[in-house]
């Protein structure tokens, strides 16, 4: 009698960060169950994917859904809604919320109402502060947790930690890795005066790379007197780069999208505030720079910094106007297309938005294609050819920074858990997202 699955996937070429190959998936109970030749097996649902390539889930580490408090712009299932329509299996969403995620009742709550409610698996980060240095212990490792996050520079919200001595309590406590915004507090605030009132370009100006250079430094000072792991978001310039390179040991780093993709001046020239990020895009000397560190393993894995505002806030004169653009919906087709151009293989886009993210945090069950593994699945045509657009966009703010932008490469699929959550551009149900599972916070079984 053949083999039976819920789910088979016939004839597609199979992307790990190891290689490919083509040959047959067959999913079952939410599982991947076998991997090989499936051509005589049964199933209650047969998908031909010939001429289709599927990676790993990706895992987006580095979102801002803006739920609680700042849902006019965003909320779980709006951003969750994007992120599937991208080939995104899982998100980190980030705690500057309104109310901040930095309280076990407060992620407790955030866990409640993105359950079966987001199209894709989440967890929160949980934010690191002064009043609840004491029981990062216990906050860190709690269901739902991605960990601690801490910001160093100020940005959107009321969550910034810029003294050394804070710093040190909340590293000192750490057992997870956790995640830092690394911008100079001090310096920035002595350079408000280089920011050109009605001149986005003056953004990367102000907040300039020493300002990130030195917060940096700062951290993995900490880290390696603790003996601690830490994580730097959204690295922005060569400078972080080249010193990371000399401390992989206690330091891991994230690029995003944008910073490998956009340059100044002439985003700001095109742009405008819409191009305005913390920290900022900078120079192509930067972005090359930070290319190299893909190409050379110092960077670890991709993020987008989806951080959406609706097009008001957006509109404000600089420097009156919000930082920050959408972008989990873009990470896959923007860095797909980055693949067909050469700049870097496809094995390496998996292991920086899959096989890195469940190696760096620990996820349990998640980031590669294999037997018992959770049945994540993006489907992608890397041949064809699209461009995109601000109509695409499901975010709530409903614009992009890439409007306009021709791709080859594009999510024609995405699973998660063997459920088919989008196809062919189309949700295909409700929101069955779940908490996403790590290795270090696992609940003891009696």
Known sequence: MAETFDTLLLGAEIVNQDGRAICDLGLRGGRIAVIGDLSRAAA???????GLTILPGIIDTQVHFREPGLTHKED????SRAAVLGGVTAVFEMPNTNPMTTSAAALAAKVAAAHHRMHCDFAFFVGGTAENVEEIPVLEKLPGAAGIKVFIGSSTGNLLV?????LARIVARLSRRASFHCEDEARLRARLDLRRPGDPASHPVWRDPEAALLATQRLVTLARRFGRRVHVLHVS????????????DVASCEVTPHHLTLAAPECYERLGTYAQMNPPVRDRAHQERIWRGVAEGVVDILGSDHAPHTRAEKDHPYPGSHSGMTGVQTLVPVMLDHVHAGRLSLERFVDLAAAGPARLFGIAAKGRIAVGYDADLTIVDLKRRETITD???????????YDGMQVTGWPVGTFVRGRRVMWQGELTGPGTGEPVRFGEALPERG
Do not use: F, M, N, V
């Open 391 to 401: 109509g695409w966009i499901a975010s709530k703010c409903g614009w992009t920074p």
């Open 76 to 79: 779980l299932e709006s951003g």
């Open 162 to 166: 810029e003294d050394d001595e804070t």
């Open 237 to 248: 310039t060569g400078d972080e780069i080249e010193y990371l390179a000399g401390h992989k």
């Open 44 to 50: 209650a649902e047969t998908l031909s994917c010939r």
